[in-house]
């Protein structure tokens, strides 16, 4: 695994545009509700995730960091 | 008929079709919105009507012009600041003796301010916020049901005086829902004003204009409006008195304050304190003379405003110094409740050493 | 011998108010003409707005109203749109439609109004005597720009017709000058044309007339009409600017 | 007798239907009422809540400083809310996401597990119909019958909806 | 100093400048066109400065609001029809206490009107006709040099209480001609206020605003700026009072109206009639301590407006039911004479009994 | 691992106020990455208006101002000229920019004021709960068009851009979306050279940005980020509308 | 003479653009006042006039009318 | 004392200059003064009036209902305000282009042939100096002195133009 991202899951409004765009498919759905009522995303940490920072770009609520090596 | 659980905004939409309101011309803003949607849906598809969502206040209060000199019924609605935007239009529209029919739902200001519901308009309706010595009717409603009424009362007066008519709402007022009833169907023919411009066909060609070289000319037109205005005064001035009898101290207040207002008084007479109220429905013509009636019983006069105190002029140059005005007042779109209005009503009461009873 | 040519039934016997030599009254003089001969005069409304053309209702013998300043197309829109029997027509100066008007204009245009617009352009607020309008030419003077319009500050002569152009809404646009026998004849056929398109219901339309205004551009008359030739057209290019009517020129 | 009920959730929940459904209701059974919808700019997304006044009398105020009654459908609109209820009053909660810890003993605390029941009966939308069966049990402002007749007007010809919508509502009143 | 024959409204120009004055935005209306071709002039070119014709009143009144943000000493200028489309502009520049000087030289209305001179602005200026409880200070020059004088203190009481102040003239004070003297250099620095929006440069971002969610936030803001108004109210009214002492009748009268008055004065004086003037310099906030205690040694209050009564509602609100007060006025743009305005006093005068005396 | 991506400095630690999926935010970080990238917090002064972006001033660390609705570009205009050491934007939505703001955006343009203009076209009044735009699409409902836009009532889709291009004072603008990784890299870009035209002194410069409004288009938000490719981008199509800047494009 | 013209003299401003454009030179400027001030143009009876009605087409008046036969 | 007077005529015959330099050598002379052009919608072209009011004291109004002197330069001009002359007053007429039928004996008629005597010093323009420098004479309301020294300030270097007004000042003060 290339790189990996942290998400502010109170930030997070569940749009999943991230997932949509992440090419690594490192990013997935959860079902906890957030406390302004929103069911944030969750990324997998076995997964793929290569850093490319997609998920950055496109995420309104600007809840991602990347971290590469 | 049947009551139906309505916001006021929509209730006044229904009443003005149901008046025979040909046209209207608007543009969005919180919290009238509800108004213009309401004609999108249900007028702009209508027979022979006009929808229009203008691209801001100031085209759409000069469509109403126009539609208005072609002879129809026409409406215009906004809020605060699209309120001052419609200015100049309305010295227009009264100058040319065009009836018209405009609605603010006012919210917190000055600024952008707030959507919360306020009085902070009261001034400008009633004294004209435009230029030139104008008057327009101002109607002030205090329920969902009123706004109905009065609705359908301003396009009356609007024709019967060729006089733009206000109705000065509040964002309380437009967004919350209560039962309401209609009590006119909608016309089967739309109404044509007799002096509208329609073309130059069996008379001689018509202008509807101000503009002059001469001003002798628009001091006879200033003149020609005062003495239509002085009869407006006489005919049309209107109030709703409550419990002012025997009252000790009368609380002036209109629209959602007088009925925060009445809910307080009906809690200071249980525990006997004689208090009363007057709520003007009618801002201009205002009620100038019951009140000063009344100062011949009551002697103390607490005028209870959402603003920082405007009205109060008004009740002030009625009563010609007699009696004594208090004034109570919360701005930029705070809500107060009856259980505060009471405590103001009990300070005031026992501060001028009043007496209970029944 | 037979009269040729006499005053139109449509114009009333007064005197213009207007400047020796000022291009309004040959227009007004088209207007009235135009009405006249398409038999139009019960149903025509006109709005006149401010600018020296604000007394047009004086000359002009059908119904008209007033607007306020910039306000014409809101207001024949809201006539057209309560009586749209109506044949409606507004008569707009450059700093009326141009400038405080821009946003009615263009907006009553992208709704394609069925309006017919007379627009006067003589790169001048005339009846306030002599400021730049928005179609003032690049150096000219002005009472406000009395160094001559600069472009870094005061920017470049607004083209209304090609912009308007760019709408759906729009049918017909003309730009023509009433400043020689030909132009003045020209003129009086895209007004024709105008009102024809309103007519048939296609949308809206608009003649742009350059116009000269001898007392503001401080010149002689015949000077100023050769101004509109010399330099105006240089930048307001005479001729078609728009047609979607598809119908055929008249004659 | 004035009675004042605040609704709250997320946005979604269907706080505003719920108490447009009791405004409606309470219409039907001759009482004054009004309703009002929370509003503003911050009504991007975030929670929504409604105040409902029942009265036999005019209504002075359509809002409720201090309402009789609250149902609060997510643990925000809890925490808002429960320090308003008028002593004495009732505090509704939807037990399947709130958790009511409140230093309040003048208050009865009812908890209704709204969601679960929705989602056993999986349709987890009608949670708030389940919410407002349970209150008009509790509170008695108007009967379940009422609202199930608005619930068929409102709905209009939806059967299938009206249907689901009933079996919810019954399923709250029957909770108590 | 040497005394120049200027215009008034070129001595608004010239006394701007002087003032500092380092933008003007306007738009072309008569009766004021001397002024914006004065600032095209004299302000468009010189450094650091700037003079736009903006597209309209509205652009005007918001580009305004850009420099004042930006710190400048800024100013525009209208006459009745621009000022109605400037009202919502005027609300902002109150509501964000932003500093700015606003000319109306006013002229017959409603509509489009007269370019005459008139008064009937007086409700618009004082009350605010833009939505929400605002004031702005109101000064109202009767003079070419009073006007030079008052523009130059606009400016100053612009900053000093971060307000927009209305100079109200009208278009006869625009256009005629009389001798002006101007007291004041220009600076050669031009201030910038220390609030400015200038970039975070050594200090945290700021914001300017007053949309808000939060009413009581609305209603705080309110509150400061009431408390301001009280301020002003107890600092800045001005008025002039002319031969009151021993007056059996006071005139009130505001511009070139109370000019036209004090000729009439004059001549009443000479015959012996015991006549006298309160000239309000500042319509807001308005001289009503003065009037009021005038009520103790005068019992007769003429107040003579061009316009249909407007500035009469101060007088009485002043007056609180003491002493008695008529109204003459003349609207839409006619210029009465001294010699009519001392038929009216006479009449008075004589009616109410008055005894003659030297 | 190294951080390869975080916050940007001068965007406020404060969550959004928009609802989920909405372009807002997304050009909010990209305005703030650009003053950050280009140096100028210290110059900036951003004016916003009245539309869901009414708090911008919450979140973008610069000195702003709330204009009245529509007048973005008059604001704009009264600080650059009173301050020109500034580096001046608008951010306004669409009813703002191209309804009411029509006649001061136009010739704030034609004046080529040096200001940016960061132009969010959501096809739809956002703030005020989803009313038309002048850039809804034909026959899009929203809750003034409960029918779907009609052209012959409502008039058309208005394209600002395309008609500013056509003045003298513009001198770049380009139309990106936010509703990809790919657009959202054009979109920063085009922002960062506007600003780099400002600087430059050269004139009047504009990005128009495609923004999602998935609340009020009534669609699940991938939905709404791929109707601006399937439906918005054919009446708006994408890319540089008009650049006289000269400049070659940044890397 | 094919044509004549008459021009109303009170009328007339004497912008004189009939003169510049009339094909037959048949109108001159005169020297007389009218009522409101202005120096009317007159019809030169002995001239060319062939009734083209050019002057009645520029005249900004209407101030001429124009007899063929 | 106060004096108001009225000048009218065409447009360009320069009736507004005559009033302004009345007025600015009444400044220079140390008295109030006041001057008022006429304007309005109707000056296209037509005629043009401005009213000078001279004083030692403040003066009320600068308008003139009842002035002292009216110079009128054309006929409209002459009919327009021969009525409005106070009785006792002056009424100058441009002999050269008004005849005065007037039914009022209670003011003075002066006659002066300012356009003639213009047109043989061939400058037509300056038949509002010739008419001035009557004026001056006959009023004595400014020495000519002032008016030439206002001449030179208003026309600044123009050398030229000063010499032929300054001539025709003099030629019309020298008439009586
Ligand atoms: C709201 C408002 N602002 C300004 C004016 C003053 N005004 C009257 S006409 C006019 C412009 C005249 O120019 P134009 O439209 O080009 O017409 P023209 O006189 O040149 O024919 C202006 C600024 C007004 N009447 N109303
Ligand atoms: C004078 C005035 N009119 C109307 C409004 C109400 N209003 C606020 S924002 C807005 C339009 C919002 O749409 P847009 O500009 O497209 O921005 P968006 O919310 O879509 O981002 C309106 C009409 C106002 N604040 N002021
Ligand atoms: S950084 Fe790239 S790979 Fe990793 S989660 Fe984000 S989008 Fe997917
Ligand atoms: S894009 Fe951002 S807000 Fe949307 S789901 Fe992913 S992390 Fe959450
Ligand atoms: S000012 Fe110009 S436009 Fe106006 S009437 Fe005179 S010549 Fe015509
Ligand atoms: S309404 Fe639309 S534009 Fe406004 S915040 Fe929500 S999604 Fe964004």
Same mark, same amino acid.
């Given at each position: 695994?290339?790189?990996?991202?942290?998400?502010?899951?109170?930030?997070?409004?569940?749009?999943?545009?991230?997932?949509?765009?992440?090419?690594?498919?490192?990013?997935?759905?959860?079902?906890?509700?957030?406390?302004?009522?929103?069911?944030?995303?969750?990324?997998?940490?076995?997964?793929?995730?290569?850093?490319?920072?997609?998920?950055?770009?496109?995420?309104?609520?600007?809840?991602?960091?990347?971290?590469?090596? | 008929?049947?009551?139906?659980?309505?916001?006021?905004?929509?209730?006044?939409?229904?009443?003005?079709?149901?008046?025979?309101?040909?046209?209207?011309?608007?543009?969005?803003?919180?919290?009238?919105?509800?108004?213009?949607?309401?004609? %999108?849906?249900?007028?702009?598809?209508?027979?022979?009507?006009?929808?229009?969502?203008?691209?801001?206040?100031?085209?759409?209060?000069?469509?109403?012009?126009?539609?208005?000199?072609?002879?129809?019924?026409?409406?215009?609605?906004?809020?605060?600041?699209?309120?001052?935007?419609?200015?100049?239009?309305?010295?227009?529209?009264?100058?040319?003796?065009?009836?018209?029919?405009?609605?603010?739902?006012?919210?917190?200001?000055?600024?952008?301010?707030?959507? %919360?519901?306020?009085?902070?308009?009261? !001034?400008? %309706?009633?004294?004209?916020?435009?230029?030139?010595?104008?008057?327009?009717?101002?109607?002030?409603?205090?329920?969902?049901?009123?706004?109905?009424?009065?609705?359908?009362?301003?396009?009356?007066?609007?024709?019967?005086?060729?006089?733009?008519?206000? #109705?000065?709402?509040?964002?309380?007022?437009?967004?919350?829902?209560?039962?309401?009833? !209609?009590?006119?169907?909608?016309?089967?023919?739309?109404?044509?004003?007799?002096?509208?411009?329609?073309?130059?066909?069996?008379?001689?060609?018509? #202008?509807?204009?101000?503009?002059?070289?001469?001003?002798?000319?628009?001091?006879?037109?200033?003149?020609?409006?005062?003495?239509?205005?002085?009869?407006?005064?006489?005919?049309?001035?209107?109030?709703?008195?409550?419990?002012?009898?025997?009252?000790?101290?009368?609380?002036?207040?209109?629209? #959602?304050?007088?009925?925060?207002?009445?809910?307080?008084?009906?809690?200071?007479?249980?525990?006997?304190?004689?208090?009363?109220?007057?709520?003007?429905?009618?801002?201009?013509? !205002?009620?100038?003379?019951?009140?000063?009636?009344?100062?011949?019983?009551?002697?103390?006069?607490?005028?209870?405003?959402?603003?920082?105190?405007?009205?109060?002029?008004?009740?002030?140059?009625?009563?010609?110094?007699?009696?004594?005005?208090? !004034?109570?007042?919360?701005?930029?779109?705070? #809500?107060?409740?009856?259980?505060?209005?009471?405590?103001?009503?009990?300070?005031?009461?026992?501060?001028?050493?009043?007496?209970?009873?029944? | 011998?037979?009269?040729?040519?006499?005053?139109?039934?449509?114009?009333?016997?007064?005197?213009?108010?207007?400047?020796?030599?000022?291009?309004?009254?040959?227009?007004?003089?088209?207007?009235?003409?135009?009405?006249?001969?398409?038999?139009?005069?019960?149903?025509?409304?006109?709005?006149?707005?401010?600018?020296?053309?604000?007394?047009?209702?004086?000359?002009?013998?059908?119904?008209?109203?007033?607007?306020?300043?910039?306000?014409?197309?809101?207001?024949?829109?809201?006539?057209?749109?309560?009586?749209?029997?109506?044949?409606?027509?507004?008569?707009?100066?450059?700093?009326?439609?141009?400038?405080?008007?821009?946003?009615?204009?263009?907006?009553?245009?992208?709704?394609? /109004?069925?309006?017919?617009?007379?627009?006067?352009?003589?790169?001048?607020?005339?009846?306030?005597? =002599?400021?730049?309008?928005?179609?003032?030419?690049?150096?000219?003077?002005?009472?406000?720009?009395?160094?001559?319009?600069?472009?870094?500050?005061?920017?470049?002569?607004?083209?209304?017709? /090609?912009?308007?152009?760019?709408?759906?809404?729009?049918?017909?646009?003309?730009? +023509?000058?009433?400043?020689?026998?030909?132009?003045?004849?020209? +003129?009086?056929?895209?007004?024709?044309?105008?009102?024809?398109?309103?007519?048939?219901?296609? =949308?809206?339309?608009?003649? /742009?007339?350059?116009?000269?205004?001898?007392?503001?551009?401080?010149?002689?008359?015949?000077?100023?009409?050769?101004?509109?030739?010399?330099?105006? +057209?240089?930048?307001?290019?005479?001729?078609?600017?728009?047609?979607?009517? =598809?119908?055929?020129?008249?004659? | 007798?004035?009675?004042?009920?605040?609704?709250?959730?997320?946005?979604?929940?269907?706080?505003?239907?719920?108490?447009?459904?009791?405004?409606?209701?309470?219409?039907?059974?001759?009482?004054?009422?009004?309703?009002? *919808?929370?509003?503003?700019?911050?009504?991007?997304?975030?929670?929504?809540?409604?105040?409902?006044?029942?009265?036999?009398? &005019?209504?002075?105020?359509?809002?409720?400083?201090? *309402?009789?009654? $609250?149902?609060?459908?997510?643990?925000?609109?809890?925490?808002?809310?429960?320090?308003?209820?008028?002593?004495?009053?009732?505090?509704?909660?939807?037990?399947?996401? $709130?958790?009511?810890?409140?230093?309040?003993?003048?208050?009865?605390? $009812?908890?209704? *597990?709204?969601?679960?029941?929705? &989602?056993?009966?999986?349709?987890?939308?009608?949670?708030?119909?389940?919410?407002?069966?349970?209150?008009?049990?509790?509170?008695?402002?108007?009967?379940?019958?009422?609202?199930? &007749?608005?619930?068929?007007?409102?709905?209009?010809?939806?059967?299938?909806?009206?249907?689901?919508?009933?079996?919810?509502?019954?399923?709250?009143?029957?909770?108590?």
């Amino acid at each position: 695994m290339k790189g990996y991202i942290e998400i502010d899951q109170e930030v997070c409004k569940g749009c999943e545009m991230c997932i949509v765009f992440c090419p690594k498919k490192a990013i997935s759905a959860s079902s906890t509700l957030n406390a302004s009522g929103y069911i944030p995303v969750a990324f997998n940490h076995d997964g793929e995730c290569n850093g490319c920072a997609i998920c950055a770009t496109v995420c309104p609520e600007v809840a991602i960091e990347v971290y590469r090596d | 008929m049947t009551r139906m659980l309505m916001d006021g905004n929509s209730a006044i939409g229904e009443a003005a079709i149901r008046a025979g309101c040909q046209c209207y011309f608007g543009y969005p803003i919180t919290p009238q919105n509800e108004l213009i949607e309401y004609m %999108a849906t249900h007028l702009s598809r209508r027979k022979g009507c006009s929808f229009i969502q203008a691209e801001s206040e100031i085209a759409a209060v000069n469509m109403v012009f126009g539609a208005s000199l072609a002879g129809a019924r026409v409406m215009t609605s906004s809020s605060s600041p699209g309120m001052s935007l419609k200015q100049e239009g309305i010295s227009y529209l009264a100058s040319c003796e065009l009836a018209s029919v405009i609605v603010n739902m006012s919210r917190g200001g000055p600024g952008l301010g707030s959507i %919360a519901a306020s009085q902070s308009d009261y !001034f400008q %309706a009633t004294r004209g916020g435009g230029h030139g010595d104008y008057r327009t009717i101002v109607l002030a409603p205090s329920s969902v049901q009123e706004l109905a009424d009065l609705t359908h009362r301003a396009f009356d007066l609007a024709d019967k005086y060729r006089i733009p008519v206000i #109705i000065l709402g509040d964002g309380m007022l437009g967004q919350m829902m209560e039962p309401v009833e !209609f009590k006119h169907e909608a016309p089967a023919e739309l109404p044509v004003r007799s002096d509208a411009l329609r073309g130059a066909k069996g008379r001689p060609s018509r #202008i509807v204009r101000t503009c002059t070289s001469n001003p002798s000319e628009l001091e006879e037109l200033n003149w020609s409006l005062y003495r239509r205005y002085q009869l407006i005064e006489k005919k049309e001035t209107s109030c709703e008195a409550f419990l002012v009898d025997d009252a000790e101290l009368i609380v002036v207040a209109y629209g #959602i304050a007088a009925r925060i207002a009445k809910g307080a008084i009906k809690n200071a007479r249980t525990s006997g304190l004689k208090v009363g109220l007057v709520r003007p429905i009618t801002l201009w013509p !205002f009620p100038s003379e019951k009140i000063k009636e009344l100062a011949n019983t009551t002697k103390y006069f607490l005028v209870f405003e959402m603003n920082m105190g405007q009205m109060v002029e008004d009740v002030q140059l009625a009563l010609k110094g007699e009696g004594e005005v208090f !004034f109570y007042g919360r701005p930029g779109g705070v #809500i107060p409740t009856p259980s505060e209005v009471l405590r103001v009503i009990s300070r005031h009461y026992y501060q001028r050493g009043l007496k209970k009873g029944r | 011998m037979k009269k040729v040519y006499s005053r139109p039934r449509l114009l009333k016997k007064r005197t213009f108010h207007y400047c020796a030599g000022c291009g309004h009254s040959i227009v007004h003089r088209l207007v009235a003409e135009v009405v006249d001969e398409m038999n139009l005069q019960e149903k025509v409304i006109g709005v006149n707005s401010a600018g020296c053309s604000v007394f047009a209702y004086n000359y002009l013998d059908v119904d008209m109203a007033e607007s306020a300043h910039g306000r014409g197309a809101a207001v024949a829109t809201g006539i057209k749109r309560a009586y749209p029997e109506a044949v409606v027509f507004t008569y707009q100066g450059d700093g009326d439609l141009a400038a405080i008007g821009t946003a009615e204009t263009i907006h009553a245009a992208n709704r394609g /109004e069925r309006i017919t617009t007379i627009f006067i352009n003589n790169a001048i607020y005339g009846m306030t005597g =002599g400021q730049m309008a928005p179609t003032t030419l690049v150096s000219q003077q002005t009472t406000t720009t009395p160094y001559g319009r600069d472009v870094t500050l005061e920017g470049y002569p607004l083209k209304m017709s /090609e912009m308007l152009a760019l709408l759906d809404g729009v049918v017909y646009i003309e730009r +023509t000058a009433v400043n020689s026998p030909a132009g003045i004849r020209k +003129t009086k056929k895209a007004i024709r044309k105008s009102f024809q398109t309103q007519l048939d219901g296609n =949308g809206f339309s608009l003649v /742009e007339i350059l116009s000269p205004c001898p007392v503001n551009w401080k010149m002689g008359i015949p000077e100023s009409w050769q101004w509109i030739d010399k330099e105006m +057209t240089k930048v307001f290019p005479l001729g078609l600017i728009k047609d979607t009517t =598809g119908a055929r020129d008249a004659d | 007798m004035l009675i004042k009920t605040i609704f709250a959730g997320f946005g979604g929940q269907g706080v505003l239907s719920m108490g447009l459904n009791l405004a409606q209701a309470a219409m039907l059974e001759g009482k004054n009422v009004t309703f009002l *919808p929370s509003y503003g700019v911050e009504v991007r997304g975030g929670t929504a809540n409604c105040t409902v006044a029942v009265s036999d009398e &005019e209504i002075a105020s359509p809002v409720a400083s201090a *309402p009789e009654f $609250v149902v609060a459908m997510n643990q925000p609109s809890l925490v808002r809310f429960q320090n308003q209820v008028q002593s004495g009053g009732i505090l509704f909660f939807n037990s399947s996401l $709130v958790n009511p810890q409140t230093p309040r003993g003048d208050i009865e605390l $009812v908890g209704v *597990p709204a969601g679960d029941i929705a &989602e056993k009966m999986d349709s987890p939308k009608s949670a708030n119909m389940v919410m407002l069966g349970a209150f008009a049990r509790k509170t008695n402002l108007v009967s379940v019958d009422t609202v199930a &007749e608005v619930l068929n007007t409102i709905l209009k010809k939806k059967a299938k909806l009206i249907a689901i919508n009933r079996k919810a509502l019954m399923a709250g009143y029957g909770l108590f």
